[in-house]
């Protein structure tokens, strides 16, 4: 079981590390720090209530059953940071805001120090490592001490479920999707785990034997539980940056058939080179350097060009649209052309502006990037212009 508990712990710290991987300006952001928090401690949790863990904090302090208290004080730490993200994710103003959260550590400290008083004031001398609840559930102060640290993780679940229910119908998107995936966490905590405590605890109250529910069921659904909703918390918050990666890496690579053609003539100053380079900070090198070079050959575009290719994509029966990128693609491709082979420049200079010029970001360039796929392609001669020098007409 201890490796079981270790992974889940292992997992959380991940998603931990992934949620601490953001901007300067919201390294101190309430909802992150509240969020890593709750994560940071859910891990915690997993890693004292391992047998093993429990084991070595028994036979460091030489005290039976230590591991006890330190585990539910760590689980009453987590169900408290529930709260305050909870605060947190709510909002409101600032004053407001931390007057609630320091209630809420209030009241949890208390609840920690009740249960450290009364493990203090019972008997328990034989150490249980994988089944203290059920051993010790008709046991003076420990039995209290065991329904104190269910009911204060009970609260923070139920109240989990509460405000996911809510917010999941006023939301949409990633933070949807994040607020289910925290609701079947908790259910997973709160039917699963505390259920299982509290049926085994019952029975043994009830003179039953139950434990099972307790020793076997209950800490791979807490694990499960665990890892859905860090998921939750996670996944709205780090997903959308991953997602503009991914989408900023595939617009570098379409890209590519453009820039071929015009990095010869681009005189934008290269970045440091670097593997870590952001996918995005390498799109908007890439954007930029394309603008100068589509810049420079501008002398070189030819009217007569682009209209002859514009009807052919009209005759092919290509909308408007698609016609005159096309068009321009061809021109653009002539224009590196006459550029690479030192040509003068078409007597009337051009005071056309092409499509990637009139629209913000990399859709337009992309655009007139796989438009020249085939121009590419039909004529060798267009596709290794830009792999020589190419020399841009003066201005």
């Known amino acids: 079981m201890s490796l079981v508990v270790y992974l889940a712990a292992c997992a959380l710290a991940v998603s931990s590390g992934l949620l601490c991987r953001r901007p300067r300006s919201a390294a101190f952001d309430g909802l992150t720090v509240s969020t890593c928090a709750a994560v940071v401690l859910g891990a915690l949790v997993f890693v004292c209530s391992a047998p093993l863990t429990l084991a070595a904090v028994n036979d460091l302090t030489g005290v039976a059953n230590f591991g006890a208290p330190l585990t539910y004080g760590m689980l009453s730490a987590y169900s408290c940071s ?5 605060i947190n994710w709510r909002g409101g103003p600032r004053v407001r805001v931390r007057r609630t959260a320091l209630g809420c550590v209030a009241a949890y400290g208390l609840l920690v120090a009740a249960i450290v008083v009364l493990f203090a004031r019972a008997d328990a001398p034989v150490e249980r490592l994988r089944d203290l609840d059920t051993y010790y559930a008709n046991t003076p102060y420990m039995r209290e001490m065991i329904l104190l640290y269910l009911l204060g993780h009970t609260a923070a679940v139920v109240a989990l479920c509460v405000v996911c229910v809510r917010w999941a119908r006023e939301v949409t998107g990633m933070l949807r ?21 509290y049926t085994a605890v019952t029975a043994r109250w009830t003179g039953h034997d139950l434990d099972f529910l ?11 539980g665990g890892l859905v909703t860090a998921a939750g918390f996670v996944l709205p918050r780090v997903l959308p940056g991953l997602a503009a990666h991914w989408h900023s890496l595939g617009d570098h690579r379409r890209l590519g058939p453009l820039w071929s053609l015009v990095r010869s003539v681009s005189t934008a100053p290269e970045p440091p080179a670097s593997w870590w380079q952001p996918p995005l ?22 009217d007569r060009v682009r209209e002859r290719a514009r009807a052919a ?5 290509r909308p408007p649209h698609e016609a005159r990128v096309a068009a321009e693609a ?10 690479a082979a030192r040509e003068e420049p078409p007597g009337t200079p051009s005071a056309y502006r092409l499509h990637a010029t009139e629209v913000p970001g990399a859709g337009g360039l ?19 212009a830009g792999e020589g020098t190419v020399k841009a007409a003066p201005g």
């Open 82 to 86: 529930l709260f305050i993200l909870l």
């Open 177 to 197: 999707t994040g607020l289910r995936l925290i609701l079947i966490g908790a259910l997973l905590d709160g039917a699963g785990f505390q259920l299982a405590k």
């Open 214 to 224: 307790s020793t076997d069921l209950a800490p791979p659904l807490a694990s499960l």
């Open 281 to 302: 900070a390498r799109l908007q090198w890439r954007e930029v350097s394309i603008h100068d070079a589509l810049l420079a050959l501008a002398p070189y575009f030819d």
């Open 313 to 317: 994509a009209v005759r092919a029966g």
């Open 330 to 339: 061809a021109m653009v491709a002539d224009a590196a052309r006459r550029a």
């Open 366 to 384: 992309v655009e007139l990037a796989q438009a020249l796929v085939p121009v590419l392609a039909a004529t060798p001669a267009v596709r290794t």
